[in-house]
T-cell receptor, first 111, second 112 residues
Framework: QKEVEQNSGPLSVPEGAIASLNCTYS??????FFWYRQYSGKSPELIMS????GDKEDGRFTAQLNKASQYVSLLIRDSQPSDSATYLC???????????FGSGTRLQVQP | DTGVSQDPRHKITKRGQNVTFRCDPI?????LYWYRQTLGQGPEFLTY????????KSRLLSDRFSAERPKGSFSTLEIQRTEQGDSAMYLC??????????FGSGTRLTVV
């Protein structure tokens, strides 16, 4: 089992729709979770962090965490073509100082 | 502060040669990380420094790889006797304690 699992996609949504990106992780004691956006040919960029169960909203982005289910998701409301990128999920396990990245979900927003 | 800086941006080398990459983190960040990324994959952890101490190294990292962070400032990653399988984007990131990372633009290595 991979430490972090993400559907590779592509996930295609029309402009203005909600994009839902999912991630499961194997380390039951992971304490903090990060979402990164990576445009083609560019390096990853931090967009959200979440530490507690529930939802965290920042602009058009909402991160959702369910530690019991070892599941974290990212919702993007009012999706724009500029949101087309690969989204990487990265939990940090207890006792680990480095993040473990999933392979990412490629999102395509159709104009 | 201009963010995390990596040099060079691109490196083409012949198989068997040694290469060295440099990373300058954000000045107030105490943690520095090296990752490697290949096409279609997420970044793969290589090693991590807190200040000048190398605290974690991936089990996947062969003895041909070595990293340093003298004086807790910039870091270098050296690959000895490069192989074609080393071709990848090498990413450096820095953070303040357990905050999320800021990545540099990366060094793209091509081994021919």
């Amino acid at each position: 089992q991979k430490e972090v699992e993400q559907n590779s996609g592509p996930l295609s949504v029309p402009e203005g729709a909600i994009a839902s990106l999912n991630c499961t992780y194997s380390d039951r004691v992971s304490q903090s979770f990060f979402w990164y956006r990576q445009y083609s040919g560019k390096s990853p960029e931090l967009i959200m962090s979440i530490y507690s169960n529930g939802d965290k909203e920042d602009g058009r982005f909402t991160a959702q965490l369910n530690k019991a289910s070892q599941y974290v998701s990212l919702l993007i409301r009012d999706s724009q073509p500029s949101d087309s990128a690969t989204y990487l999920c990265a939990p940090r396990g207890t006792g680990r100082r480095a993040l473990t990245f999933g392979s990412g979900t490629r999102l395509q927003v159709q104009p | 502060d201009t963010g995390v800086s990596q040099d060079p941006r691109h490196k083409i080398t012949k198989r068997g040669q040694n290469v060295t990459f440099r990373c300058d983190p954000i000045s107030e960040h105490n943690r520095l990380y090296w990752y490697r990324q290949t096409l279609g994959q997420g970044p793969e952890f290589l090693t991590y420094f807190q200040n000048e101490a190398q605290l974690e190294k991936s089990r996947l990292l062969s003895d041909r790889f070595s990293a340093e962070r003298p004086k807790g400032s910039f870091s270098t990653l050296e690959i000895q006797r490069t192989e074609q399988g080393d071709s990848a984007m090498y990413l450096c990131a820095s953070s303040l304690d357990v905050d999320g990372y800021t990545f540099g633009s990366g060094t793209r290595l091509t081994v021919v």
